[in-house]
């Protein structure tokens, strides 16, 4: 969200709000159709399967989220920079042609469409398997609507780059989180028992996020053991 | 057909990701999950086991690449 929110400001400031926020707006629809349409659909498979199939997912998408955050923590991996991609997209629009159709500047729209839709998708994967698997989709509608609200208002305050977001950090929770539930979800659908039921879900997320931790210290030891080699090769 | 192995690349990307690895490791640990529970023998160990033994090896490739 705040990859989108830093393309719609970049289109805002040099190309104009209309276009750009027309832009965004539209592809919020898009994602709200796409949320609307699976949705319902989901609710006709049996919940042990949704579980298994959704977990499964949710654990490979998780676990993608969580290894890009451990490589980023440990310096194996660029840190998002979102001042610099706000001064790439900033200087890529202003040096774009001005195409008006209908009015409408469709550099901009395009380019803040495409930037909420294909970041939006990340949140409504994330709201259809946590909103399908527990069987309540409005609340995880809700607590996404929740967080698009705050992350609207803070660019708001912010009125420009939003590199103070500590990005990493977030995703590295979030990483953790989607594992964790991935890991809970596809085992109960494949058939397990979880000792103590939801309490296993704290026990879970202490496992991933000591290993992750563990990994992390692992990865800086083995980059900082590797500097000297590298400067006299 | 160019936009429907578009539209496969874009999904895969967008869950699978870098390492096909790891979704590979998920399903097989799933699988001994569903046989080890079938069995009525205690089976919560294997998915949170897997799950670290695949992330450790997928960092671990990621490491040595640079």
Redesign the interface.
Same mark, same amino acid.
């Given at each position: 969200m705040v990859e989108a929110l830093t393309i719609v400001l970049a289109m805002g400031v040099t190309r104009g709000w209309r276009a750009a926020l027309t832009g965004a707006v539209a592809a919020t629809f898009a994602l709200a159709a796409i949320i609307a349409a699976l949705g319902p659909a989901l609710v006709v498979i049996p919940i042990e399967v949704l579980r298994l199939v959704v977990g499964a997912l949710l654990l490979v998408f998780g676990l993608q989220w969580l290894r890009k955050a451990i490589l980023r923590a440990s310096g194996y991996k660029a840190l998002h920079d979102e001042d610099e991609i706000y001064r790439r997209e900033a200087a890529e629009a202003a040096a774009a042609g001005t195409q008006l159709r209908g009015g409408t500047d469709w550099y901009a729209f395009t380019v803040a469409f495409k930037g909420v839709l294909l970041e939006g998708l990340e949140v409504v994967f994330i709201v259809i398997t946590f909103g399908s698997a527990q069987g309540h989709l409005a609340v995880a509608v809700a607590g996404a609507a929740a967080a698009l609200v705050l992350v609207v208002v803070a660019g708001v305050l912010a009125r420009g780059p939003l590199e103070r977001v500590p990005e990493n950090t977030i995703k590295f929770a979030v990483g953790l989180l989607l594992t964790t539930f991935g890991c809970f979800w596809s085992a109960e659908g494949a058939g397990v028992d979880w000792p103590g039921n939801e309490l296993s879900l704290l026990a879970l997320l202490a496992f991933l996020a000591g290993c992750s931790w563990l990994a992390v210290r692992a990865l800086r030891r083995r980059r900082v053991s590797l500097r000297p080699a590298e400067a006299s090769a | 057909m160019r936009y429907v192995r578009a539209f496969g690349r874009f999904w895969w990307e967008?869950?699978? +990701?870098?390492?096909w690895r790891?979704?590979v490791g /998920? /399903?097989i640990a799933?699988a001994a999950? &569903?046989a080890v529970? &079938?069995t009525g023998a205690p089976?919560?160990w294997? /998915?949170?086991l897997a /799950? &670290?033994a695949?992330?450790?090896a997928?960092?671990r490739r990621? &490491?040595r690449q +640079?």
């Open positions: - | 967008f869950i699978v +990701g870098d390492d790891i979704a /998920v /399903v799933l999950c &569903a529970a &079938a089976a919560w294997i /998915v949170p /799950v &670290a695949l992330l450790f997928s960092l990621a &490491a +640079g």
